[in-house]
């Protein structure tokens, strides 16, 4: 059971565009989302997080949306760069007690061309 | 302040052979994971350590696969004997709190 679904699994955009990434999750207990980037070959890299009590959290050219009815999150890049080529991952997880296992999406394969 | 630190990054085996994967996690950061993320798929978690102590192993395959924390610090991942489905990228990620940070990853390739 895939508990969370990202999509698109792909996406081009144009230098200045602004790519939106997004995650439909299942579990209602899941109370923290985070967003990471990967470069080939690298580790990923923890991007920008958010919890439910906001509905949009913006660090720098990235932002998270966040519907908690519709159980949904996004990730928006204002003025993509090519430099933000990457793989993006959505995850989820519980926190507080021991739960912090994090769920992560499939990922989205993002090319920003110049 | 050091990141996360894996060793080997790439490592070639045959099917059968032992393989062995190490993890020394950010300074300071009590919890340890290990993660498996084959090719187009996001990582799936295979424990996590609090300290010294395995408190989720529950996606472990534990008939080929082992793990320990000596000390409550650096990690070590086994794969006892490899098999062709266990090619994937082996990441190890630490925490303080919530957020977990990864290291680069060790790409396994089983022959």
């Known amino acids: 059971q895939q508990q969370v679904k990202q999509s698109p699994q792909s996406l081009i955009v144009q230098k200045g565009g602004i790519p939106i990434i997004n995650c439909a999750y299942e579990?209602?207990?899941?109370?923290?989302f985070p967003w990471y980037q990967q470069f080939p070959g690298k580790g990923p890299a923890l991007l920008i997080a958010?919890?439910?009590?906001?509905s949009e959290k913006k660090e720098g050219r990235f932002t998270i949306s966040f519907n908690k009815s519709a159980k949904q999150f996004s990730l928006h890049i204002m003025d993509s760069q090519p430099g933000d080529s990457a793989t993006y991952f959505c995850?989820?997880?519980?926190?507080?007690?021991?739960?912090?296992?994090?769920?992560f999406g499939k990922g989205t394969l993002l090319t920003v061309n110049p | 302040e050091a990141g996360v630190v894996q060793s080997p990054r790439y490592k070639i085996i045959e099917k059968k052979q032992p393989v062995a994967f190490w993890c020394n996690p950010i300074?300071?950061?009590?919890?340890l994971y290990w993660y498996r993320q084959n090719l187009g798929q996001g990582p799936e978690l295979l424990i996590r350590?609090?300290?010294?102590?395995?408190?989720?192993d529950s996606q472990l395959p534990k008939d080929r696969f082992s793990a320990e924390r000596l000390k409550g610090v650096d990690s070590t991942l086994k794969i006892q004997p490899a098999e062709l489905g266990d090619s994937a990228v082996y990441l190890c990620?630490?925490?303080?709190?919530?957020?977990?940070?990864f290291g680069p990853g060790t790409r396994l390739t089983v022959t």
């Open positions: 990620a630490s925490s303080l709190v919530l957020e977990q940070y």
């Open positions: 579990n209602t207990a899941f109370d923290y």
């Open positions: 958010i919890r439910p009590d906001v």
């Open positions: 995850a989820a997880s519980k926190s507080g007690g021991s739960n912090y296992k994090l769920t």
């Open positions: 300074s300071g950061h009590n919890t």
């Open positions: 350590y609090e300290n010294e102590e395995a408190v989720d």
